[in-house]
């Protein structure tokens, strides 16, 4: 098993940046694809970045070019750079952990874009 926690969310201003840094613990880190998501007000969970063992990213369209996923094995840490955010990327972000068929979810840390 591995234990997730996320951190670095806050409020932040349209046009602002925020990291988000999710920990993992319990478990072999360069084991796992790890991703971000996210659930805005009334919404189902989406996508928003996804980064295998290998190292390599992929993005749901409506972050492309702002958002960017990392990871750090050393560390057991991934991280989300975001940049020029915008006001429909308010949500709970949580942090993903996926190995063959199963998935480990961080508790979620909120994300607010308002002016």
């Known amino acids: 098993q591995v234990q997730l926690v996320e951190s670095g969310g806050g409020l932040v201003q349209p046009g602002g940046s925020l990291r988000l840094s999710c920990a993992a613990s319990?478990?072999?880190?360069?084991?796992?694809?790890m991703g971000w998501y996210r659930q805005g007000p009334g919404k189902q969970r989406a996508l928003v970045a996804t980064i295998t063992r290998g190292g390599s990213a992929n993005y749901a369209d409506s972050v492309k070019g702002r958002f960017t996923i990392s990871r750090d094995n050393a560390k057991n840490t991934v991280y989300l750079q975001m940049n020029s955010l915008k006001p429909e990327d308010t949500a709970v972000y949580y942090c993903?952990?996926?190995?063959?068929?199963?998935?480990?979810w961080g508790q979620g840390t909120q994300v607010t874009v308002s002016s």
């Open positions: 319990g478990s072999i880190f360069s084991f796992y694809a």
């Open positions: 993903n952990a996926n190995l063959v068929a199963t998935d480990y």
